[in-house]
């Protein structure tokens, strides 16, 4: 199995920027499909991005073109980049792994979760 533990939130404001990263142990990192969810208080938690073990990528359409989910399996780590965040984005952020290279975006397909990370966007 794999050990997942996500860095990186904090408090920012509206327009800012943060990183998320996500330092996987155990098996080999490489070998899983990775993704980031999403939890805010009282909501399900929600799909975010995703990245297959060569590198596609996929968006929740709400994330695209202000989150860059990636991956360096030298490092064992799986990150997200996060622009232009709006009070919307506030949430609990989770990383992901999957053993099944098709895992899509339902949190059902994910074998392996970390405890997160709580990210606050301030107006």
């Known amino acids: 199995q794999v050990q997942l533990t996500e860095s990186g939130g904090g408090l920012v404001q509206a327009g800012g920027s943060l990183r998320l990263s996500c330092a996987a142990s155990g098996r080999t990192f490489s070998a899983y499909h990775m993704g980031w969810f999403r939890q805010a208080p009282g909501k399900e938690r929600e799909f975010v991005a995703r990245i297959r073990t060569y590198g596609t990528t996929y968006y929740a359409p709400s994330m695209k073109g202000r989150f860059t989910i990636s991956r360096d399996n030298a490092k064992n780590t799986l990150y997200l980049q996060m622009n232009s965040l709006d009070p919307e984005d506030t949430a609990v952020y989770y990383c992901?792994?999957?053993?099944?290279?098709?895992?899509?975006?339902?949190?059902?397909?994910?074998?392996?979760w970390g405890r997160g990370t709580q990210v606050t966007v301030s107006s």
């Open positions: 992901a792994a999957a053993l099944r290279s098709g895992a899509g975006d339902s949190v059902s397909e994910y074998n392996y």
